[in-house]
């Protein structure tokens, strides 16, 4: 069955510096969804990728959905600590979601 | 509208005991889904409903029973409660259409679950 995978697990980042997590697919994905989940709560949509190469910013993230449509990457730049929290990659998968099992992501100021 | 919606937040339970986790979403969405949730154990499907009326198993549905009660309802219950069930439960919402285009995934506040 469809695997989505992300790397690293775990993300630590010094305030103020660039970091990018990854998120690979063994099958071929018509879109690929991301999701933020702070500590504490849960999951929230965050951007849908649907074209091969595309691209896509919000403020410092920019999301980047691969060529073949089997992998995209997260990549914040100058890290807040409003951008503690475990990040989410989703693949369509008939009527389900697989999910990633997330980078957790924390900040030393 | 208030989104999903989950009751009760918090459950403390004793080995053996059942109950049921409650879900409703009022944004008329078809297809619903029960998550848990472990540390470094991402988001594990339990059971979803891909519309009103269909139930089907997850990746972990063991020890799990659902109910698609109408299409605004979608309840979680075991039935003896084990200490392996300790975990933090998702509800989630989408309107999801066969041959439809792509939709966002809507996520409930959470239970938290202790078995003792």
């Known amino acids: 069955g469809q695997q989505v995978m992300q790397i690293p697990q775990y993300q630590h980042v010094q305030e103020g510096e660039d970091f990018t997590t990854y998120c690979n697919s063994s099958t071929t994905l018509s879109n690929i969804q991301w999701y933020k989940q702070r500590p504490g709560g849960h999951p929230v949509f965050l951007i849908q990728l649907v074209k091969s190469g595309e691209v896509k910013k919000q403020k410092r993230l920019t999301f980047q959905f691969g060529e073949a449509k089997k992998n995209s990457s997260l990549h914040i730049t100058a890290t807040q600590t409003t951008d503690v929290g475990t990040y989410f990659c989703?693949?369509?998968?008939?009527?389900?979601?697989?999910f990633g099992a997330g980078t957790t992501v924390t900040v030393r100021a | 509208n208030a989104g999903v919606t989950q009751t009760p937040k918090f459950q403390v339970l004793k080995t053996g005991q059942s109950m049921t986790l409650q879900c409703a979403q009022d944004?008329?969405?078809?297809?619903m889904y029960w998550y848990r949730q472990d540390p470094g154990m991402g988001l594990r499907l339990i059971y979803y409903s891909a519309s009103e009326g269909t139930t089907d198993k997850g990746e972990v549905p063991n020890g799990y029973n659902v109910s698609r009660l109408n299409k605004r309802e979608f309840s979680l219950r075991l039935e003896s409660a084990a200490p392996s069930q300790t975990s933090v439960y998702f509800c989630?919402?989408?309107?999801?259409?066969?041959?439809?285009?792509?939709?966002?995934?809507?996520f409930g506040p959470g239970t938290r679950l202790l078995v003792l």
């Open positions: 989703a693949g369509p998968n008939d009527y389900k979601l697989s």
């Open positions: 944004m008329n969405h078809n297809s």
């Open positions: 989630a919402s989408r309107r999801r259409l066969a041959g439809g285009p792509p939709s966002t995934q809507y």
